[in-house]
């Protein structure tokens, strides 16, 4: 059942702003409602937070990074651990793919700065491209799924195609889960399916890697659903998490009906490696070798004023 997809934004509406309340990726395992506390090995859980719906991400020194196609401007708070920061004036960034043949002049991620300090953990982007295979932690504060799975005989002859919903899964050819209204930050897992893939989904290219839904999948297997755009997705690199990606879009099936998560969709999520030095200048944010060297030198300076 595998065929071409066809883009779909992961905020959904962009005009319509949802309330920022305790509010994931779509996971596959048991009723769909765990994973929503820090993994026993946590990548950054925390820095994960809401903002117009969907997601963002805490990077370090007070700076904040989504889609574009989330914030549109500068918002007025973004919510971390159900509190609202502030945000400084001033500082709205959309990054660009640095002139790339082929791609557009802007991309879809923008970076902002917090008016005050959310006492989170500086975020380690990473230097380099995941590679096909490699296992991710994606977290995110999309959609919450129905307990239920759902199946469908879909009709491919039609363009687009016709879905139509069956009482169990005599019959059906596809399956999946329905998005509900209520959203949660969760975690979950997959793996690189496909990497360098410049993918637009009306808001610009964006150099970016993809998963896919799998059945059978990891324990854990997850697909974004709508308000996972911005979110995060982690890949532990030896003893050290780095973050690799941010979501960024879905594709989908033909005539596949809204909000839900279909084994076989695939989650398109940017490539930060590709973003990274921006990032590092606009936010300050210093290389991991950077700052354990000050912290030596701190300690050599302590040294000698003994």
Known sequence: MKHPFHWSSLAGVLSFLAPLGASAVVIASGDGSGNTSA????????????????????LGNGWVMTAAHVAGSLPATVNFGGTNYATQAGTFQQLTNHGTGGMTVSTDIVLFRLSTDPGLATLDIGSSSPTVGNPLILIGDGRDRATGVTYWDVDTGPDPWVWTELPDSTGANAAGFKELGTQTIRWGENQVEAVGVDADAGFGTVRSFVTTFDDPGLTHEAQ???GDSGGAVFYKDGSTWKLVGMFNAVGTYSGQPANTAVIGDATYIADLSFYRNDILTITGIP????????????????????
């Open 287 to 306: 290389e991991p070798g950077t700052a354990c060297l000050a912290l030596a030198g701190v300690g050599l300076m302590l040294r000698r004023r003994r």
């Open 224 to 226: 974004a659903a709508v």
């Open 39 to 58: 993994p026993p090995d946590d990548p950054g859980f925390a820095n994960v937070g809401a903002v117009n719906g969907a997601s963002a991400v805490y």
